[in-house]
């Protein structure tokens, strides 16, 4: 992505990628139930008060239009520190899933674990089950796709789910398969070796709801996406390697990817048809390229999800006489289970673990499946039924909600905005409650993990930043340019002896010179140093 040029579609891919995403790449910086939150003073900290690199960041000629934004509170959120314009609408960006996150988080609880069951349906004849196995979805994220030995979840830096934006997204080691393996484990426990007829993914949790992209649906594996690895061959000339995951029925994957010369273009092309059933790769990768990690989208979760325990049932010992390439048929399904014999269920890490994945690499797909996981808390099965359970969440937790506007989980809505003052509350909010320090550690950390790893790696505040990033990048056509909408930082600052004081630093309206992604990079690493900066000024009592 370093070109002097883009084009339109990858500009247009890269606006959709940041309007949840902040990238920020190695900085050159040195650097070093509760009552309402006080609201924070409206008038601007003078130029004097703020530490002279912050203000002289503010004044470089990408932010000559641009509107600053910016708070920060005691731990308490009573006394401020700094403040410009915190009672100001800014695009939120990925820092929207403070608020998304911290409803379900409050909605299930810390602790939640999503139970998975499986039910069979039919008559059982020693150890051969005439009818089905239902697997009943929870809209469990990971189906224990990414649960460590230790019961937590992994994620990388960069994460998969942004491998077709990015250059440098890499793959945990699990097994994405491992709570379907672990489902069919159970059935041939359960003395079950032979299905005489389907088995059938219950998706009727809840509805799908288009609004909210990446759609979440109540069945998902590896994040509804295939992972498409290719490695360079031996040789220029020579074929492409090709891995790919998870390896299900009925989707098949090809590749005509050449190996080209080192140091000439890599450029790989994802098409998928019938569905996404059928995917090629074409294109070339430099002989002394990393290998190159592309995804693409699973057409029918539930068919997917369904074509997976079958074959996993089959590794297990257990013959299933339905094809694994047909489709989920619901129409078999059950009004519900009661006296159906549950034969085994997979139960997934707590909540706060998916919280942890969802901020750290910026989960799309997760934050908006936070929406509808309230919903069905309340019994619903429309998502949009989510949003007045986070709207009395925030008025519980003394957020004005007043300063936001959502439409999703992820940030990503054109017509989502916040206040300084709204995420600042919304942070000082879990610095009252028991899991405050679990919800600050699953913050990025400045140079150390999430989208902030490689920032600030030797400066002064490296470890001392807990901070949830956010970006909305599109395309100026006429002046052949990126448009920087905004880029955002909120979290916390180490103030040491125990204190964490909240914060948000933003900037809308920022401009580029040209269609170079580094430009919006070099932004990026601007937030990351003021946040940095505000990090190292000495606590005031």
Known sequence: ?????????LRRGL????AALLFLAPSTGT????????TPSPSPTPAGGLDPRITEIMRKPEYRNAQWGLLQTGPDGGRVVH?????????PGSTAKLVSVSGPWHTLGSEHRFVTPLYAVGERNGATLTGDLDLVAQGDL?????????????????????ANDFTGATLTPENPLAGIDELARQVRAAGITRVEGDVIVDSRLFAPDPVLDPTPTPMIVNDNLIDLLTTPGDRAGAAARLDWRPKVAPYQVSSAVKTVAAGEPTGITVTATDGGTRIRLSGTIAADAEPLLRTSPIGDPAAFGRAALIQALERTGVQVTADPAGPNPVARLPR????RPRVAAYTSPPYAQYAKLILKVSHNLGANLGICLMAVATGSRQCEAGFPVLADFLDEAGVDRGQLQL???RGGNPADRA????????????????DARLFREALPILGVDGLLAENCRDCPARGKVFGKTGAAVGEDALNDRLAVGAITIAGYLDRGGGRFDPFYAGVNGASTPGPNTQDVVAIANDLAMIAAYLQEEPPTP
């Open 31 to 38: 650097a070093a139930g509760a009552a309402p939150s006080p």
């Open 336 to 339: 519900d289970y009661e006296g």
């Open 83 to 91: 403040s410009m314009f915190p009672d100001q609408f800014f695009i």
């Open 142 to 162: 990971t189906m224990g796709g990414r649960t460590r030995p230790d019961g937590t979840v992994a994620y990388t830096d960069l994460d998969h789910t942004y």
């Open 407 to 409: 439409t999703d989980g």
């Open 419 to 434: 206040t300084p003052e709204a995420l600042v509350q919304m942070l000082t909010y879990w610095q009252r409650t028991p």
């Open 15 to 18: 606006a959709a990628a940041c």
């Open 1 to 9: 992505m370093n070109g002097p040029h883009l084009s339109a579609p």
